[in-house]
């Protein structure tokens, strides 16, 4: 499975959240999956919910024919994690 981004998102995310993707190796190995319909993307999009060395963690992405592409990695607020352990 390959894992994709664009360097000029990676480099807006450290920006913005203080983490680059290349950080999402250490990603929960059974996270919490669900759609985000919240807007219409013009893709189907996912966000996905785990921990990173006990620190919650949400990964935006998207799939692609041979694997998926990072679009947001941002650590997750305290609600999101909530419905996570719940699920």
């Known amino acids: 499975m390959e ?3 664009d360097p000029a998102k990676d480099r807006l995310n450290v920006a913005q959240h203080g ?3 290349e ?3 250490g990603f929960d190995t ?3 999956i669900r759609v985000d319909d919240r807007f219409d993307y013009g893709e189907i999009r996912y ?4 921990r990173i060395d006990g620190q ?11 694997g ?7 650590r997750a607020h305290e609600k999101e994690m909530r419905r ?3 699920a």
């Open 84 to 86: 996570y352990e719940q």
């Open 68 to 74: 998926f592409r990072l679009i947001s990695f941002r």
């Open 23 to 25: 950080d999402f190796a």
């Open 3 to 5: 894992i994709t981004w």
């Open 30 to 32: 059974d996270p919490e």
């Open 19 to 21: 983490l680059s993707f």
């Open 56 to 66: 919650g963690h949400c990964i935006v992405f998207t799939q692609t024919d041979g």
């Open 47 to 50: 966000r996905a919910f785990g």
